[in-house]
């Protein structure tokens, strides 16, 4: 088994989806991709989850990103079970990305995507099915986050988007993003982002003017640039 860390080339494969035969690296083809696995085709929690990611992808969409799902089952059970998630939200889009054919879990056993915990979380032969993985992959096909969830516990997509928004801000400023940042707490929204360790001395002022709120030599808030720029 891989030990995927973040910072490594995302492993590639090729296989059989919902949509036909990939290689994983040319799926990715300079986009960012979030990875994500379900245990098993026409189970409660899994099929809540990508209804509710169906009906969310123009959001993915429109920052420029793409999904794909996995899920331990063959490729014509994923045609039958995505009856079952678009009718499940009868007025909204129909599932538009493809779901990875795994039923034999190479692919999962590739990305460490395995349940050691559950031991009910098996399947007719024993094997163990996956856990509810994460991985967001970047264009230069570089691993930038990965969650993992219990079968038992669906995921929250919005906090997927949000993460996307963070890692992408980054990558273009020099700026990091705080706790709880971009989520409404108590009415309040956090938008202000952080100054990055490395910008110190004049690069600072070139970067960021005089927007610069310093709390101590190493937290330093500025606003969110893309606000600025739009503004």
Not at 10 to 21: L, R, V
Not at 91 to 115: Q, T
Not at 187 to 201: A, C, D, L, M
């Amino acid at each position: 088994m891989v030990n995927v860390r973040l910072g490594d080339t995302a492993p590639n494969f090729q296989t059989e989806t919902s949509q036909g035969k990939i290689d994983f690296h040319e799926f990715i083809d300079g986009k960012w991709t979030i990875l994500f696995s379900h245990p098993d085709d026409y189970t409660p929690v899994c099929t809540t989850e990508l209804s509710a990611v169906s009906l969310s992808y123009a959001d993915f969409k429109s920052r420029g990103v793409q999904l794909i799902g996995l899920s331990a089952n063959n490729a014509e059970s994923h045609k039958g079970w995505i009856k079952d998630i678009d009718a499940l939200s009868p007025n909204g889009p129909s599932l538009e990305f493809p779901i990875i054919a795994d039923e034999d879990r190479k692919v999962s056993e590739l990305y460490g995507m395995l349940d050691n915990l559950d031991k009910t979380n098996v399947d007719k032969k024993g094997i163990p099915f996956t856990v509810r993985t994460v991985f967001i992959i970047d264009p230069e096909k570089k691993i930038r986050l990965t969650l993992a969830y219990p079968a038992s516990t669906g995921r929250n997509f919005q906090e997927l988007a949000r993460c996307i928004d963070s890692l992408q801000l980054g990558d273009k400023y020099k700026i990091t993003t705080p706790a709880n940042w971009g989520v409404p707490i108590n009415g309040k929204t956090e938008e202000r982002v952080i100054v990055h360790p490395s910008v110190q001395g004049e690069k600072v002022k070139e970067l960021f003017g005089d927007d610069v709120d310093v709390v101590y030599p190493y937290l330093r808030f500025t606003s969110n640039p893309e606000k600025k720029q739009s503004a």
